[in-house]
Structures are given as C-alpha cells and as structure tokens.
C-alpha cells in the first residue's frame, strides 16, 4: 500500500510543489550548500592530499585525490538528503505549517511523507550531478584521471538508495520536540557516520566494532561501490552484499519513517 501511494498523483504533487518552491529562491537553496563539497574536495583532496602519500587501495596504491573524489560524492548524496529532511521537513511542518495546509487540500499524510523522502533524494541527486561536473572539469585539466563514464548509472541509483538517507532524517524530524534539539542528530550522528563511512579516509584497520558496524552502514557500502567503480573497478562478488544492505536500509527505514512521521503529522494538524 506504500508503494502504491509513491505513485499516486498526490505525492507527485507534493514533490512538484517542493521543487517549484526550492527553484524559487535558488540562488540562496542552491549555490552555498553546492560549494561545501566543492570546497571539500579542494581542500582536502588537492591541501592535505598533497601531504598524504599514496593510499593502499586493493593490490597497489592510489593518490588520497583520487581516493577522495568518489567519497565526496557519496558524502554530498547523504549530508544533502539528511540535512533536507532534517530541518527542510521540520520546517515545513512545525514554523510554515505548510503540511497542515496540504491536508487541507485532500492530499493525504502518506503522500506528503512519500514527496519529502522523494524531494530529499532528489535534491541530493541535483547536487551529485553538479559535484560530478566539477570531477569531469578535473578530469579534463588533467588533475584526476577517474572513470566518470560510470556515473551515468552510479548516481541515478545513488539518488534512489538515498531515500534511506532522507527517511534516516525523519525519524528525529519526527520526534524531537523543537528544531534546537536537532544539533544532537546533526553532529551526534550525521556528521560522524558521514565520515567514518570510508568517505574522507579508509576505515580498514580501526577498532573492530567501527568496522563491524560499518557493515550495517548504508553509506560504507554507496562509498565502496562508487569508489570502486569510479577508479576503474568491475562488477565483483562482494557487491551483492553491498547491493542487499542498500535495499534492506532503504526498506527499514523508510517504513520506520512513514509510521513515527504519520503519527507527527496527526499530532500537529
């Protein structure tokens, strides 16, 4: 029944209704979140990886550049679709009272919890094209020499992976009480399962339960993938268990979104 609501000219609407807004005011939504990878990768791929030697990757080594730029683009798809649905919902619901309006309308809770999940992996999908554009202008300079022929199909389905990511932000837009409680899942949980996710730097060889509980980790296995692939990689044996973590993530907490989001929307319409 979920699903079928996914589909439904409602939730379409919702999401319609959410990028008309957001194109709007792009010059304020789009361009300062846009430059933080950019900056991110400037900084840390071309500064400090100028310091950092080669990085063991598989049999041989790679350049911290290179080991990098797939790990800004997994790193932009999660923190955008998070931090979307985070305060972007909160928002919404709680100061504009823009849900409550919708209700109104005869679009139902499930519809506007589906185009806010829909909307988060969108947006973050826009701004991992506009990161892969940069990584393609490297390319051509000469500074990196990645694979970027791959993204045709890594990013579209990071972009519907990523629905794990926005219903992950539900769950506390959906429970705390007020948005100044929202700095706890920000840089309790966000910002450090966003790097310590193979993103910035290898995650091999720390304590055995970081490593352990990477494995349940959405994020670890995207930033495997696209690493792999974006650095030359073929199709392997490990990825289907990376493959099922995804969907599995995407399955758990888009369910556990929908029903804490449902009964939010009821409480405060």
Known sequence: MILRELLDWRTRAVLRRNIRVYFLNWKSAFVPPLLEPVV??????????????????????????????????????????????????????????????ILGTGVERVNIIWGEIVWGAFRATLY?????????????????????????????????????????????????PTIDHMNYPVFLIGIPLSLISNTYFPIDGFHPFITLAAQANPLYHMSRIFRHFMLGGRPESWMLGSLLVLIAGNVLMIGLAHRLMDARLEKES
């Open 40 to 101: 991110m990768f400037l900084a840390f791929g071309l500064g400090l990886g100028a310091y950092v030697g080669g990085l063991r990757y598989g049999d041989g080594q790679i350049s911290y550049l290179h080991y990098i730029a797939p790990g800004v683009l997994t790193y932009t798809l999660f923190t955008t679709a998070f931090m979307e649905c985070l305060y972007g919902s909160f928002v919404r619901m709680f100061y504009q009272k823009t849900f409550e309006g």
């Open 128 to 176: 991992a094209l506009c990161v892969a554009l940069v990584l393609l202008v490297f390319n051509l300079l000469g500074v990196t020499n990645l694979k970027l022929a791959s993204l045709w199909v890594l990013i579209p389905a990071g972009g519907i992976f990523t629905m794990a990511f926005s219903s992950f932000a539900l769950l506390f837009t959906a429970t705390v």
